[in-house]
């Protein structure tokens, strides 16, 4: 009878994976074209396959949308003095789904929005030691409050799970003007340059 108990919360805690309708009914309701719109920061962390922390950034964001179309500027700057940067173009339709791309993105992200909540899926090309590697990402974002999101991310490789990020994201001024900050991204140099 216990080892039926010990089953039945084993398959309880790990046998259940999230699906991003289950966040349906919660609030507020998370929509790119509010959150991603104006300036924001983020600052996170890094952690290894062993979940040993193993980079820090912040980062500077700057959103602008014409209806359904979306363009989020990132420069980030890491602890070990690197700097990097991406330009998302993106998309939100109707039925909540989203779509995006990016200079590091091989294909396409895709995704859906339910409720506070965020889930999408891409492979990003991450340059290393002269070649490049490339890893699934999954992201999930959760909206806390109107302008707060906190962000975790898996990478993987082969099925296997190679690292984590914990990001939060915090809007500033929602009706800032991104021209100032496009011409920064345009000037900034990435510390190690994109993989071909």
């Given amino acids: 009878m216990i080892r039926k108990a010990i089953l039945a919360s084993l398959v309880t805690l790990f046998g259940c994976s999230q699906s991003v309708q289950d966040y349906q009914a919660l609030s507020p309701q998370l929509q790119l074209t509010e959150f991603f ?3 924001s920061e983020a600052i996170g962390v890094m952690h290894d396959w062993r979940g040993k922390q193993s980079l820090r950034f912040v980062a500077e964001l700057c959103g602008q949308w014409q209806g359904d179309r979306g363009d989020l500027y990132e420069i980030f700057s890491f602890s070990d003095g690197r700097i990097d940067k991406r330009h998302w173009q993106l998309t939100q339709q109707a039925d909540g789904s989203v779509k995006g791309t990016a200079e590091d993105v091989v ?9 506070n909540t965020l889930y999408w899926e891409y492979t990003l090309r991450i340059p290393q030691d002269g070649d490049y590697i490339d890893v699934k990402v999954k992201d999930w974002l959760y909206l806390i409050s109107p302008g707060q999101v906190i962000n975790r991310s898996t990478l ?27 011409k920064k991204y345009q000037a900034t140099e990435r510390t190690i340059p994109l993989a071909p």
Avoid at 107 to 115: E, F, P, Y
Avoid at 164 to 182: N, V
């Fill in 107 to 115: 294909g396409q992200a895709s995704g859906q929005l339910a409720g």
């Fill in 156 to 182: 993987h490789k082969f099925g296997l799970t190679v690292g984590e990020l914990t990001l939060a994201i915090r809007q500033l001024q929602p009706q800032a003007d991104c021209a100032e900050f496009i």
């Fill in 37 to 39: 719109q104006g300036s």
